[in-house]
């Protein structure tokens, strides 16, 4: 199956060195009259810390290091709590205070060109990675030669670098370690000299060792590079897949969709990104019924679809399989009149919903360039024919992707005490794979 791929480049302490891989998937603006770092303004209508966080950095062009915890369960930490807020233009410190207090979790400081976010949950995970530990020296090299470093000057250090396949390899710098510095300043300094961001993610899994005393296993570092789109993508994710042929289809046609669909680990990735399909171009009715069954007999299908008020309503299987967040789509709305972009009418749904509760839409960045769609609703109209009616008004396809409070992969309750409940909006263009992923997804021209 052809997916983004991400590299794991491993040196495990107390026992060798070894390396893994797993299958994964702005331009700088000038100074304020305060000295520090201008951006536009910004409009979050529903998204993650950590991306609102990204798309900041990428705006007001500094490398991004965000220290978070990975919890026992691979909950997301910063992934988990929603950001809705309007950011003023201005000096990215007032809007990183302005993001703080709307939606909490981290502190930050911006020091030599370099933002750095630590997550609350992490404050107190005081690992190795935090002791002035490093001796005096001089160093040159990439990531993967900086971790190496770390490992062999400190055991008692475990990192796991990961990087997603077809990123630029991270750039060579030199730079000066300072006598006692730790683990976190160097790497620092490697986000300062090379201008590219990471993220570490904190294990909390400790063990002991008769000679090198406790050791923390398991922290990881992914090489980050800007996020400049509004697509909410994750990092991870199938290149050529049911979704992007989709997508394709109603760009090739002219013709909105509405997918129903449901999260596979805790991000915008849907079920329907998991299985591999390119459209055959064909007519609507027949390219949909192509895609929606996966070749391996009838018992085996990737959706359902249906026409409701002149749209195709796609249903993945997932979506169907199980009753858990659907109840949200069949919520009624307030009556009343909404002009706008498909993440403003997700907030304006959010506050429109007649028996409110925990579940809400998370509708991404708005931006001015948006489609635009103006609909009336009537008493007793559902989210979803709400969603229909934008579709019709807008063009834009509407992709929801349902999101529980249980941890699919370990299929316990979300202990974290700010997770969200909801759906993920999305425009479904956003999915629409590139001529380049294609090639990169089967090695030959589409």
Excluded at 84 to 91: C, Y
Excluded at 219 to 239: A, C, D, E, G
Aim: glycine share 8%.
């Amino acid at each position: 199956m052809p997916m983004t791929q991400r590299r794991r480049l491993a040196v495990p302490l107390l026992a060798g060195c070894l390396a893994a891989i797993a299958l994964a998937c702005g331009s700088e603006t000038p100074p304020s009259a305060s000295g520090a770092t201008a951006i536009r303004a910004m409009r979050f209508a529903g998204v993650d810390l950590a991306w609102a966080l990204e798309r900041i950095a990428a705006e007001s062009g500094l490398p991004l290091v965000l220290d978070e915890i990975r919890t026992e369960d691979n909950t997301p930490d910063l992934g988990l709590y929603r950001v809705d807020v309007d950011l003023p233009a201005g000096p990215v410190d007032v809007a990183l205070r302005e993001l703080k207090k709307a939606a909490g979790g981290i502190d930050y400081e911006i020091a030599s060109g370099t933002l750095y976010v630590r997550s609350n949950l992490s404050v107190t995970a005081k690992t190795p990675i935090d002791l002035p530990l490093l001796p005096k020296s001089s160093f040159k090299g990439t990531m993967a030669d900086l971790i190496n470093y770390i490992l062999v000057t400190i055991p008692t250090s475990y990192v796991v670098i990961e990087r997603v396949y077809g990123d630029p390899e991270p750039p060579t710098v030199e730079f000066e370690i300072a006598e006692k510095a730790s683990v976190k300043d160097v790497l620092l300094q490697y986000a300062q000299a090379s201008g590219l961001g990471w993220t570490m993610y904190r294990a909390g899994n400790v063990i002991n060792d008769p000679t090198q005393g406790k050791a923390v296993v398991g922290t990881t570092i992914q090489v980050r590079y800007p996020r400049t789109s509004t697509s909410r993508r994750p990092q991870v994710f199938n290149l050529e897949s049911t979704v992007g042929a989709l997508a394709s289809t109603s760009a090739r046609l002219q013709v909105p969709l509405l997918v129903l669909d449901r999260s596979v680990i805790l991000n915008t990735r849907g079920f329907l990104n998991l299985s591999s399909q390119r459209e055959q171009k064909l007519p609507l009715v027949e390219n949909l019924d192509e895609l929606a069954q996966s070749g391996w007999g009838p018992e085996r299908w990737h959706f359902k679809w249906k026409m409701e008020d002149g749209v195709p309503v796609i249903e993945s299987r997932d979506y169907l399989h199980r009753l858990a967040g659907r109840d949200l789509l069949h919520g009624e709305l307030l009556a009343g009149e909404f002009e706008g972009s498909l993440p403003e009418f997700a907030r304006w749904a959010n506050s429109h919903m007649k028996n409110p509760s925990r579940e809400i839409l998370m509708g991404g960045e708005i931006v001015e360039e948006m489609p635009r769609g103006k609909i009336t609703i009537a008493p007793g109209t559902t989210l979803q024919q709400a969603l229909i009616a934008f579709a019709k008004s807008s063009g834009v396809s509407p992709y929801v992707v349902l999101l529980g409070d249980v941890n699919p992969l370990s299929g316990k309750q979300i202990a974290h005490p700010n997770a969200w409940r909801g759906a993920f909006l999305q425009d479904l263009g956003e999915w629409l794979p590139t001529e380049e992923e294609l090639r990169r997804a089967t090695g030959v021209n589409p």
